[in-house]
């Protein structure tokens, strides 16, 4: 006569055992669980892993391009450099000390006026958007693309507004700017860094000097023009004017107008100078292999202990 044994009470009832007990997770049966379906948990990894380096092949490679600038040293505030100084040597970093012009100029870097000044430059936009523009046709035109009807028939169905393609244009330079360019500033030294990470690196460079060039010189033409205004109504003023506090302060006016169209007037950069040109990474910045590695190790892993831990409780 056979005699059925039946389960050992211990080893059932450990199955039974929740995984997390007051906010604790069971170690003892976690790793019972990835012991007993080892097969399992290092084939769902070695899948993972191998997607990454699948990915990692075909994955587009962006390289860094940087470029360095700083503020044209004739626009610094001389009443704020022995306060700039002072502050430099207990280094503290007062937020109002340096070239209000240069800063200016940095927050208009990422602002629809920067995006007017690109866009005004139709190789500027053939560098932000290579993939729409046709060299052999000569003109613009909408990328092939299997996905995006899908994306759009679905944005539809959901009630999402989505545009019809259009050439690139003001709108959409303003929309790459502000997505893409990176703007990092050296607190100490006062030079910025404008960075833009692009699997077309010679693209981007010219982005970056177009980008400072166009944005200097919408600056330089706004301030020539307000200068000379304001010097014909000054000079205007001075010949009517009798009373010799109104004629010093007109003067003292008239010699800041004139030293702002000067400056604005010279074959020189105005307000930001480039230091040197822009410089491409030697190696990609994306994707970084070991962190897609780690990643998909990671995400592996978990995957894996957990389909092991449902199985080996359902066994």
């Known amino acids: 006569m056979d ?7 211990s080893y059932a009832d450990e199955r039974d055992q929740p995984l997390v ?5 069971d170690m003892h049966l976690l790793s019972q669980a990835v012991r007993s379906e080892a097969v399992l948990v290092v084939t769902i990894m070695a899948v993972f892993l191998v997607l990454a ?10 390289y860094a391009v940087r470029m360095v600038i700083t503020g044209v040293q004739s626009h610094s505030q001389n009443a704020s450099g022995t306060l700039d100084d002072l502050s430099s040597l207990a280094g503290i970093d007062l937020p109002t000390s340096g070239n209000p012009q240069f800063k200016m100029f940095i927050g208009a870097l990422r602002s629809p006026f920067a995006a007017q000044a690109v866009a005004a430059d139709p190789e500027s936009l053939k560098a932000m958007f290579p993939r729409e523009w046709s060299a052999t046709e000569g003109r613009w035109r909408e990328p092939p693309s299997y996905v995006m009807p899908v994306i759009h028939a679905v944005g539809r169905f959901l009630g999402w507004h989505v545009p019809p393609w259009s ?12 997505d893409q360019l990176k703007i990092v500033l050296d ?12 699997r077309y690196p010679s693209g981007a460079a010219r982005i970056l000097l177009t980008l400072n060039n166009a944005v200097d010189e919408r600056i ?34 008239l010699v800041d107008q004139e030293k702002t169209r000067m400056l604005a007037s ?6 930001s100078d480039a230091l040197g040109n822009p410089l491409i990474s030697a190696t990609p910045v994306s994707p970084i292999p070991a962190a897609v590695l780690a990643a998909a190790l ?4 978990l995957l894996a202990v957990g389909v092991a831990t449902l199985k080996y409780r359902r066994r």
Request: net charge positive.
């Open 298 to 301: 990671i995400l592996g892993g």
């Open 266 to 271: 010279a074959p020189l950069p105005y307000i």
């Open 187 to 198: 607190s100490k030294s006062g030079v910025v860094t404008m960075e833009i990470d692009s």
């Open 167 to 178: 050439p690139p244009g003001v709108a959409r330079a303003f929309d790459y700017l502000k």
């Open 220 to 253: 330089r033409q706004r301030d020539l023009q307000r200068s000379t205004t304001d010097i014909g109504y000054l000079t205007e003023r001075l010949a009517n004017v009798n009373v010799e506090e109104y004629r010093k302060a007109l003067v003292t006016n």
């Open 53 to 62: 380096i699948a990915y990692l092949h075909v994955a587009a490679q962006k």
């Open 3 to 9: 005699v059925k044994v039946p389960e050992s009470r």
């Open 21 to 25: 007990r007051g906010g604790v997770i």
